[in-house]
């Protein structure tokens, strides 16, 4: 009876709605006075604190978990365009994190705390919960195998063979194969960091953020005898 090794890559994606929302917020002060640089950084970190602790419920949400970091200052002499330096500038800074299970309440709060002084909202990264994340996973590489034995039946049959048995499954490049690549999981994305618009009636706007789909991928080597 004839054999044949068939080696194959077998890949699957899928597109997930986002459950969770990350936002990075920042405060930024600076002038001459090191003191009124320092008091403005902490005020303003104060309001952005309150508007979290006012939401944040680690089961219920809004906010399941934040993070912050004590008031950095420094100072740098900066060179005017006659090559002469100047008196010192000094800066002040607190970086906020926050997670989101309702993108509703992340909309208003987002709203509430581009409304401060100093303050930055400066990225919004999707996710998924870690279990859907666990499901996903799974489901993908279940559909990355299917896929690489539907590719080595099609070959045994292009050449007149029947069945295919798989004799070996690794992630790419762990078969030997020069050409794979490194690791079985894509990592988990999102399609973009952050999209808004501006809804609601005349007058009264209202930031609208859109989520987009998170993509988890598998990529499989497969190696089977075709019979």
Known sequence: MAETTITVQ???????PAERATVAASVLTDGPDRDDVFTRAVESS?????LI???????AGPITWWSSDSVR????????????QLKAV?????DFSAKFSDFDALARWVESAAGIDAVT???IAWNLTDTTRTSATVEVRSRAVKDAVAKATVFAQSIGLGSVTAIALADPGMLGDP???GGGMRPVSARSAMSSTMVGGPGVPELALKPEEISVASIVDARFIAR
């Open 10 to 16: 077998g890949e699957f994606s899928a597109w997930y």
């Open 46 to 50: 104060d309001a952005v604190r309150n």
């Open 53 to 59: 602790e006012s939401i944040h419920d680690k089961a």
């Open 73 to 84: 200052v420094w100072s740098e002499r900066p060179w005017n365009s006659q090559g002469k």
């Open 90 to 94: 000094f800066h002040a800074a607190v």
């Open 121 to 123: 909202v400066s990225s």
């Open 179 to 181: 050409s794979g690549g």
